[in-house]
T-cell receptor
């Protein structure tokens, strides 16, 4: 049984570019949450998707958007990248009725 | 002031020592999570609890809802326990998690 997978593992972009990160949830899970973790900090909640809709959102600008597909996988899109967007982006999946979250290995994004 | 505070920020121990990491929070919660993060970023969920105490192997987590405080204990610590331990809370009526900044633990042989 595969756990949560994320791709790519690492990514380097320049300011102003756009990026798409991908997440496949643990088998049987229907909810995907995205987090941003800056170096030396705890993760910050970006948003959560359930039934292909954004269910909750943290304090992130509209440059951060997402999508959930019918197979429950999810994408995180960030437009007009800033240097401050450099971070580890974590995806976590869960079953809607139970909020124990299983985390993926993360995508490390570097913006130059 | 952060909604979730952890102490200490850094902890060094000798193998075999008893370790305690503390977490205090300021919001009403439906659950609290303890997570372990190894170098490279992968996060593993250790415990999710809403009352009392849970034990898994050498790890014990307790929570006092009235005092808004939780502790994670590691008995007979081992170098492989070296990691960042993160406390995260689930506020009422939300499914999002609010994280502490973590406690970096190093256990030396």
């Amino acid at each position: 049984d595969a756990g949560v997978t994320q791709s790519p593992t690492h990514l380097i972009k320049t300011r102003g570019q756009q990026v798409t990160l991908r997440c496949s949830p643990k088998s049987g899970h229907d909810t995907v949450s995205w987090y941003q973790q800056a170096l030396g900090q705890g993760p910050q909640f970006i948003f959560q998707y359930y039934e292909e809709e954004e269910r909750q959102r943290g304090n992130f600008p509209d440059r951060f958007s997402g999508h959930q597909f019918p197979n429950y996988s999810s994408e995180l899109n960030v437009n007009a990248l800033l240097l401050g967007d450099s971070a580890l982006y974590l995806c976590a999946s869960s079953l809607a009725a139970f909020n124990e979250q299983f985390f993926g290995p993360g995508t490390r994004l570097t913006v130059l | 002031k952060n909604e979730v505070e952890q102490s200490p920020q850094n902890l060094t121990a000798q193998e075999g020592e008893f370790i305690t990491i503390n977490c205090s929070y300021s919001v009403g919660i439906s659950a609290l999570h303890w997570l372990q993060q190894h170098p490279g970023g992968g996060i593993v969920s250790l415990f999710m609890l809403s009352s009392g105490k849970k034990k898994h192997g050498r790890l014990i987590a307790t929570i006092n809802i009235q005092e808004k405080h939780s502790s994670l204990h590691i008995t007979a610590s081992h170098p492989r326990d070296s990691a960042v331990y993160i406390c995260a809370v689930e506020p009422y009526n939300t499914d999002k998690l609010i994280f502490g900044t973590g406690t970096r633990l190093q256990v030396f042989p």
